[in-house]
């Protein structure tokens, strides 16, 4: 009988109190669907995240991933020059052909007209071409990360901190 009474005694314990677990790593940033189709040029900035490089001479054309695409005067090779910045939001890739740049802008393929770098223009969209899907994990990360939501806004970066209770991780 002793036993039992002990048994009872300990399953009437309960813990109330939730263990935390923090750690470090990545949040999504989001943005409304306005400020995400919102392209344009401004004065050099700087690099935040380089990602993918174009040449297509005298240019350089370097992605700065989740932001836009630096444009370089490489003229003369020995002293390139920094003269433009595309803003593209959620941008991580592009081509170029001719005086056409297509990029990847926060779930839409767009197509600028880049002939006059300080008056670019969209030639054509190509709406909701990648799905919430593409843009809702890190790229190139492994680790932990806060689960987008979609109602939250269009993701277009990613950006390191303190998470308390992550829910996702790859």
Not at 27 to 43: E, G, L, R
Not at 77 to 93: E, V
Not at 135 to 150: H, K, L, T, V
Request: hydrophobic letters at 35%; glycine letters at 6%; aromatic letters at 10%.
């Amino acid at each position: 009988m002793p036993l039992f009474i002990c048994l009872a005694c300990l399953s009437a314990c309960t813990n109330t109190t939730e263990e935390t677990f923090t750690t470090t790593g990545l949040k999504p940033v989001y943005i409304d669907q306005a400020q995400a189709h919102h392209i344009y040029t401004s004065p050099p900035q700087n690099i935040v995240k380089l990602g993918k490089i174009y040449t297509k001479p005298p240019f350089i054309y370097l992605n700065d991933s989740g932001l836009g695409v630096h444009v370089v005067d490489n003229s003369n090779p020995a002293d390139p020059q920094r003269i433009a910045f595309i803003h593209i939001p959620g941008n991580q890739d592009i081509a170029i052909k001719g005086n056409y740049l297509y990029a990847d802008n926060a779930g839409d393929l767009v197509t600028l007209n880049i002939a006059d770098l300080q008056n670019i223009t969209e030639v054509s969209r190509i709406a909701n071409l990648y799905p919430f899907e593409h843009n809702a994990y890190p790229p190139n990360y492994n680790g932990y990360f806060e689960c987008a939501d979609s109602t939250k806004g269009l993701v277009v970066a990613w950006q390191q901190t303190t998470l308390e209770n992550p829910q996702c991780r790859r």
